[in-house]
C-alpha cells in the first residue's frame, strides 16, 4: 500500500471511500465528524486531518497544497485513501479530545494521534409514555 500522510503532496482528488462500521452507541468514528486531528510522524512532520461527516476529509501538511480524500472505518481500522493510494490505522478506541494515542498503520509506519476535539456522542433519548 502506498503512505498517505507522509506522500500528501504527491497525491490528487480522493477516490473511493471506506465504510464505518457500527459499535456500542454510536459507530466508530462518529467522534471525528466535523473535527481535526494532528498527526505526527517519526520524522516530526506534522499533518492534519479534516474529517467530515460525509466520509470526505481534507489533509493538510507542511508546505503543500491541501488533498482531499475519503475516510471510513471498518472493523479497527480507520482508512483514508486518495487518488489510488491507501492508509489504514489500527483503531481499537475512540478519540478522546486533546489526548495523543499512537497509532499503527498498514504501511508499518507509527504516528502520533491527536484529535483537537470531537464531535459529541449520541445517547437514546428516554420514552415517555402516557399512563391510562
Not at 464505518?20 to 498527526?39: D, H, K, N, S
Not at 480524500?69 to 486518495?82: E, F, I, K, P, T
Amino acid at each position: 500500500m502506498k503512505k498517505i500522510l507522509v506522500t500528501a503532496a504527491a497525491v490528487a482528488l480522493g477516490a473511493a471511500g471506506a465504510t464505518g462500521a457500527a459499535a456500542q452507541g454510536m459507530p466508530m468514528g462518529e467522534e471525528l465528524y466535523g473535527q481535526t486531528v494532528q498527526v505526527r510522524s517519526a520524522d516530526g512532520t506534522l499533518n492534519t486531518i479534516r474529517f467530515g461527516a460525509d466520509g470526505n476529509a481534507v489533509i493538510s501538511g507542511p508546505n503543500v497544497a491541501p488533498v482531499n480524500a475519503r475516510w471510513g472505518v471498518s472493523g479497527n481500522q480507520l482508512c483514508l485513501q486518495a487518488s489510488g493510494a491507501s492508509e489504514c490505522w489500527n483503531y481499537a478506541q475512540r478519540f478522546q479530545a486533546n489526548r495523543t494515542v499512537s497509532l499503527s498503520s498498514s504501511c508499518d509506519t507509527t504516528a502520533q494521534w491527536t484529535a483537537l476535539g470531537v464531535a459529541p456522542t449520541q445517547t437514546a433519548q428516554p420514552v415517555l409514555r402516557e399512563r391510562g
